[in-house]
């Protein structure tokens, strides 16, 4: 099963971090912007949700990933989907609806790291490092990995989230006390 070690942090601009996120990308590499609409819905175990791009391709997402901050290791498995509109009728259906989230997405290829600058609707700006493991390779590995870019990208700790774009989103909707 596919896994990578994921770091997520609050950033001030998109823009202003993409400079240096060129710098470390590969040879060649062009920064990729994408359109996207994640549909989660209730499932129980780990996350489910349904990505449809601005194309209307879709994949349905399912993965496992501890709501902390730092680094982390994610296992995930993906498949295309055909007709993401009908399939997320049918799911809102079977499972409930969670939440939505809606992402302008910058991402870079940089070695076995997707940067991913993203502006996310309701939220702001976020930088998202997915270190994607080899074979045979630890997730303590993936986290020196990401740290290490982290401080090229002059990224602290205190910037570090935890949990989903959805998480953040429900409790910016929740009333302080």
Known sequence: ???NVEIKARIASVDALLPRARALA???EIPQLIHQDDTFFHVPHGRLKLRVFADG?????HYHRPDAQG???SDYLITAVAD???LRDVLERACGLLGRVVKRRVLVLAGQTRI?????QGLGDFLELEVVLR????AEEGTQIARALMATLGVPDDDLVGGAYLDLLSDEATPGP
């Open 1 to 3: 099963m596919p896994a």
């Open 26 to 28: 590969d040879e060649d």
């Open 57 to 61: 391709a879709g994949e349905l997402i």
């Open 71 to 73: 680094p982390k290791l």
């Open 84 to 86: 993401p509109d009908s």
């Open 116 to 120: 991913h600058l993203d502006s996310v």
């Open 135 to 138: 074979e045979g390779q630890s």
